[in-house]
């Protein structure tokens, strides 16, 4: 039963594979249409999800058209996005999608914010592509095979946490219970609130980030960028340093997440798990 099942696994990363590129150009495609669109955003294309959370007109286009070209590469996938109701999320395939991951920066003209697709095989990332508006990269990664950005393969740099290291954050609105940021600061940490978990992940990757801590987010949040990251060498867990994917539950509302390099993981994980949930 286990060879046959490695034996799936591996042609579920072969399909990947193929699909990387076709995937590149259709996350490319979507990520020049949403910086176009952002200079010519009215007040009236802005809506109110729920407190704190917004949609604009071009989430809603960008997912349509995610949708469609998505479905076009590989039909017999599911399809779950941010922005539209989910379709067959039981399939063995599953495309994850956020056409616009920091809504609220794009909104408001603020550079920070991404297009993420990721393509799911039985809970596990095989292939991801996000798109970072801030330095115009487009990152790819295959499970087990690796990561790139604008196709050639990165590496994430060792990173630090002492009074040098930058560590990205970010926690739920109105958070009262908010003990775990002095301990992330109790090294001389800085903190970065930057709107988008996904850059975010893209700056740890980059070496732009020490690390990421996330109180929040969703599988569309992280599940592309969250790839990104593993294939670069990014250890990427729950606050107790437990590997997220494969994802065990697609219904999960919010999962914490840590994100850095081993040695700067094993120093958050050791800070954080008191806090963890």
């Given at each position: ?11 579920a990363?072969?399909?990947a ?7 590149s ?9 949403v910086?176009?669109a952002?200079?010519?955003?009215r007040?009236?294309?802005?809506q ?6 917004f949609?604009?007109?071009i ?13 076009r ?6 399809f ?8 067959a999320?039981?399939?063995d395939w599953?495309w ?6 920091g809504t ?8 920070h914010f991404a297009v993420s697709?990721?393509l799911l ?5 095989v292939?991801a592509a996000?798109?970072?508006?801030p330095?115009g990269?487009l ?6 095979i690796g ?7 990165i ?6 946490f002492?009074?040098g290291?930058i560590?990205?954050?970010q ?7 908010m003990?775990?940021l ?7 940490a800085r903190?970065?609130?930057?709107g988008?978990?996904?850059t ?6 980059m070496?732009r980030?020490d ?6 987010g969703?599988l569309?949040d992280?599940?592309?960028a ?8 990014v250890k990427?867990?729950?606050w ?9 539950n697609?219904q ?7 994100a850095?390099?081993?040695?700067v993981?094993?120093?958050?994980v ?5 806090y963890?949930g």
């Amino acid at each position: 039963m286990r060879c046959m099942a490695s034996v799936v696994q591996k042609l579920a990363v072969k399909q990947a594979q193929r699909l990387r590129a076709p995937l590149s150009a259709v996350v490319q495609l979507i990520a020049d249409q949403v910086a176009r669109a952002q200079s010519r955003l009215r007040p009236s294309d802005v809506q109110r999800k729920a407190v704190g959370d917004f949609v604009t007109a071009i989430d809603v286009r960008s997912e349509k058209r995610l949708r469609r070209e998505l479905l076009r590469l590989l039909p017999e996938a599911g399809f779950l996005g941010e922005e539209s109701d989910a379709t067959a999320i039981d399939s063995d395939w599953l495309w994850i999608v956020d056409p616009i991951d920091g809504t609220s920066n794009f909104s408001r003209g603020l550079p920070h914010f991404a297009v993420s697709v990721a393509l799911l095989f039985r809970g596990q990332p095989v292939l991801a592509a996000i798109h970072c508006a801030p330095d115009g990269g487009l990152f790819t990664a295959v499970h087990g095979i690796g990561c790139w950005r604008n196709n050639r393969r990165i590496t994430a740099p060792a990173g630090r946490f002492d009074d040098g290291a930058i560590v990205g954050c970010q926690w739920f609105r109105g958070q009262a219970k908010m003990g775990f940021l002095p301990e992330l600061q109790s090294q001389g940490a800085r903190i970065r609130t930057l709107g988008s978990t996904v850059t975010q992940l893209a700056d740890v990757v980059m070496g732009r980030l020490d690390g990421n801590v996330q109180q929040q987010g969703r599988l569309w949040d992280f599940a592309a960028a969250g790839l990104v990251a593993v294939e670069a060498g990014v250890k990427f867990t729950d606050w107790q340093g437990k590997a997220v994917f494969p994802v065990k539950n697609l219904q999960v509302e919010h999962t914490a997440t840590i994100a850095a390099t081993p040695a700067v993981h094993r120093k958050i994980v050791k800070l954080l798990r008191p806090y963890a949930g």
